[in-house]
């Protein structure tokens, strides 16, 4: 009995926070608005052999189509008729098989779920879903699920967000709000998402969390499958769960904090910050005692990211400023701190532009480049070198100290993690960072990931040269392509 105790204590201690990653493998990328067939193609010929440790995927139940000028818009998928598994990134069993494919080279995938409410008044009655189901937002009626407008809160609108009823019983820019203390509504839930799991997911993006009660959803998780052990993952394993609460100032009715008992949870101001820091030019001596430091969440319960689909077309820092966006980044991999969460983007001129598409409204998949970027309108951050090369970074150093900190006071800083890592950054205007500085690595010769790679025992890119006290020359020219250089243990000739 008292073994049993124990047993159930560890498993419940680390159970919805754990992202339960492939040894030797880190970070979710989040690829936006991909096909699942293409996805799968992508675990096994590039995040599996990089080491991404999982995928954030598009919501995967049956939304509505929305037709406007141009293109359809990214936001369709969250406006769900039905929990059929049947998309414009493909249906049921394309779903299943992208979930093994990913699994079997070691990448998770994590889908982003939308439990808070149902596709809105399309203002012509009927809305046609993506696997064709019918359904009448404006009567609450979705045949498909079923719903009816008894399982929904009564219509209401969001007017003060300092009052947390109306936050989470009110209707979200107009999308009907389901009622998750109705149980027929939480059985639906539940079905749909394990469902989910037994298809072999790891977990999920909950969408909307600030908008359901911390209480109603911790009845729904309890009532969640273990994870799937013929997809890899040990008995008794929970899914991981990463909800989505904006909570910008620390200090809402509605916090961040509220939801953490459930798992991680979207740490928004760690992308507020690092827009200031890298973007606005904020002081990086700074961030020397980041994070919890800076009253952020505790790094076990945070999702940390520099942009996500939502705030890329707002105010973070995004891939149209790519020197320090990927330097925001960098520090995100190399730093010890949080649930480290990449965008993965498709190329946009307007808020509501949806994915590359073909004339049908069919989605384009990217093209591959010879040096490992996309084409046909898709960004694919997670193929730049300086991000790929830092989520190695992370794998092999997580978990060592953050040692060797130095900083001018400015936008100059550098730190090391334990014996493994060096990292140093230069956000300074008109002036080179040159120091001589002690790196905690062992004595040799090392690639600068940041520029190139190491291939056949020699660097493609800088190298630097770390003495036998430990300590390199560093230089980083103040109007360089990237901004920082960065080597680790495996990069040593």
């Known amino acids: 009995m008292i073994i049993w105790i124990i047993a159930t204590l560890i498993v419940s201690a680390s159970a919805q926070w754990d992202p339960h990653f492939a040894p030797g493998h880190s970070t979710i990328v989040h690829l936006f608005e991909w096909k699942w067939s293409e ?32 293109n359809r818009p990214w936001w369709e998928r969250y406006q769900p008729i039905s929990y059929k598994l049947i998309t414009r990134s493909g249906d049921e069993a394309a779903f299943a098989d992208m979930v093994r494919r990913c699994n079997n080279v070691g990448v998770r995938i994590y889908p982003d779920i939308i439990i808070n409410h149902m596709a809105r008044d399309p203002k012509s009655g009927q809305g046609t879903g993506t696997g064709g189901s019918l359904g009448n937002p404006g009567l609450r009626d979705f045949p498909a699920v079923p719903f009816t407008s008894l399982d929904f809160n009564p219509s209401c609108h969001i007017t003060d967000w300092n009052n947390a009823y109306e936050v989470r019983n009110c209707e979200l820019e107009e999308l009907p709000d389901l009622n998750q203390a109705n149980p027929w509504v939480r059985d639906r839930i539940v079905d749909f998402l394990n469902h989910l799991i037994d298809l072999g997911v790891a977990g999920f993006r909950v969408d909307a969390a600030k ?41 809402e009715p509605i916090r961040s904090s509220h939801y953490t008992h459930l798992g991680t949870v ?75 969460r990449v965008m993965s983007s498709f190329a946009f001129d307007y808020r509501d532009q949806g994915p590359p598409a073909d004339a049908n409204g069919n989605p384009i998949p990217p093209s591959i480049n010879e040096d490992n970027t996309c084409g046909n309108g898709w960004v694919c951050e997670h193929r730049w070198r300086q991000i790929y090369h830092m989520v190695k970074f992370r794998n092999l150093c997580w978990g060592t100290s953050l040692q060797n900190w130095w900083d001018n006071g400015q936008n100059k800083i550098a730190f ?3 014996n493994c890592g060096f990292i140093a950054f230069n956000n300074q205007l008109n002036t080179d960072f040159l120091e001589v500085l002690q790196t905690g690595l062992p004595a040799g010769v090392y690639c600068d990931i940041i520029s190139g790679d190491k291939l056949n025992h020699a660097c493609t890119g800088r190298s630097f040269t770390v003495l036998a006290d430990g300590r390199a020359s560093i230089h980083i020219p103040y109007n360089g392509e990237d901004g920082m250089v960065a080597f680790h243990i495996e990069s040593r000739l």
């Open 266 to 340: 979207t740490e928004f101001r760690f992308s507020d910050y690092m827009a200031r820091q890298f973007g606005d030019h904020d002081a990086l001596a700074w961030l020397r005692n980041f994070g919890e430091g800076w009253n952020m969440l505790p790094s076990r319960d945070a999702l940390v990211f520099v942009d996500n689909h939502d705030n890329q077309r707002d105010h973070a820092l995004t891939y149209k400023d790519p020197r320090p966006y990927k330097m925001a980044i960098a520090f995100g991999a190399a730093y010890p701190y949080g649930q480290l």
């Open 39 to 70: 996805i799968a193609l992508e675990c096994e010929r590039f995040l599996g052999p990089q080491g991404f440790g999982g995928i954030q995927v598009s919501p995967p139940n049956e939304n509505v189509i929305v037709q406007q000028p141009g």
């Open 416 to 418: 090391g993690r334990g």
């Open 211 to 251: 908008h359901m009660w911390p209480g109603d959803l911790e009845i729904i998780f309890n009532r969640l499958h273990n994870l799937n052990t013929a997809h890899g993952f040990a008995p008794n394993s929970r899914a991981f769960m990463a909800q989505e609460v904006i909570d910008r100032s620390g200090s």
